[in-house]
T-cell receptor
Framework: GAGVSQSPSNKVTEKGKDVELRCDPI?????LYWYRQSLGQGLEFLIY????????KSGLPSDRFSAERTGGSVSTLTIQRTQQEDSAVYLC??????????????FGPGTRLTVT | AQKVTQAQTEISVVEKEDVTLDCVYE???????LFWYKQPPSGELVFLIR??????QNEISGRYSWNFQKSTSSFNFTITASQVVDSAVYFC????????????????FGTGTRLQVTL
C-alpha cells in the first residue's frame, strides 16, 4: 500500500518568510510524528499527534514552529519567520496502535528545507 | 532522560565480512522499545526491527541478527556476509512505552553509524 508522503520534496525560502510542510500518513495510522535531521543536530523529535489526545509539542525548538493535524489524517508543519538554522530535512512518520508490540514508525521521504 | 549512544561513527568493511554495529542506551523507564533503522543514500529511513524491553530473545532475519542485553543496556546489530547494498547509515532508537497499552512515543535516536561495504 501507499507509504507516508510528504510535500514538497524540496523547499528553498528566503530568511524571514513563512513555510508550510505537508505530511500524508499511512491510511489508518493513528499516530503521526515530525522530526528533523540536520548535520549538526542529528535526528530530533519535534511534535507528536496521537489520536484525539493533545499533541506532544515538547520538541519544538521555538514558538516559530507549529503543527496541526486535520481530521486525524493530514498534518501541516508551519515555520514562521524562517532562520538559516531552520535549514534541515523535515521527516514525518506514522504508526498504527495495535497494543503491545505494534508501534514501529514508518517514515516519509522528507522535505529538504533550505533557508537562504 | 533517554539517551542512545552509537560510538562507531563510520565502519568500512570488504564485501562478505561480518560487521557488528553497537548501540548502548540509557532510560529510567521500566518498559520501552528499541529500534533499528537503515538510511540508504536515497535518504528515506527504513524500519528494520523493534524490540520490547521485556523480550530479550535475540532475533535473526536472513543475514541480519540483533543481540539485546538488558544487563548491559545494549542492542547490537550484526550483518553477516555483508554486501555492497548494505552500505547506509544505521540508526538505533529508543521509545518509552506509555500506559497499560504500551503505546509507543517519540523516538530518541543515536547519532548513527555509517557503514561502507566495498568490493
Amino acid at each position: 500500500g501507499a507509504g507516508v508522503s510528504q510535500s514538497p520534496s524540496n523547499k528553498v525560502t528566503e530568511k524571514g518568510k513563512d513555510v508550510e510542510l505537508r505530511c500524508d500518513p499511512i491510511s489508518g495510522h493513528t499516530a503521526l510524528y515530525w522530526y528533523r535531521q540536520s548535520l549538526g543536530q542529528g535526528l530530533e523529535f519535534l511534535i507528536y499527534f496521537q489520536g484525539n489526545s493533545a499533541p506532544d509539542k515538547s520538541g519544538l525548538p521555538s514558538d516559530r514552529f507549529s503543527a496541526e493535524r486535520t481530521g486525524g489524517s493530514v498534518s501541516t508543519l508551519t515555520i514562521q519567520r524562517t532562520q538559516q538554522e531552520d535549514s534541515a530535512v523535515y521527516l514525518c512518520a506514522s504508526s498504527l496502535d495495535r497494543g503491545w508490540g505494534s508501534y514501529e514508525q514508518y517514515f516519509g521521504p522528507g522535505t529538504r528545507l533550505t533557508v537562504t | 532522560a533517554q539517551k542512545v549512544t552509537q560510538a562507531q561513527t563510520e565502519i568500512s568493511v570488504v564485501e562478505k565480512e561480518d560487521v557488528t554495529l553497537d548501540c548502548v542506551y540509557e532510560t529510567r523507564d521500566t518498559t520501552y522499545y528499541l529500534f533499528w533503522y537503515k538510511q540508504p543514500p536515497s535518504g528515506e529511513l527504513v524500519f528494520l526491527i523493534r524490540r520490547n524491553s521485556f523480550d530479550e530473545q535475540n532475533e535473526i532475519s536472513g543475514r541480519y541478527s540483533w543481540n539485546f542485553q538488558k544487563s548491559t543496556s545494549s542492542f547490537n546489530f550484526t550483518i553477516t556476509a555483508s554486501q555492497v547494498v548494505d552500505s547506509a547509515v544505521y540508526f538505533c532508537a529508543l521509545s518509552e512505552a506509555l500506559g497499560s497499552a504500551g503505546t509507543a512515543s517519540k523516538l530518541t535516536f543515536g547519532t548513527g553509524t555509517r557503514l561502507q561495504v566495498t568490493l
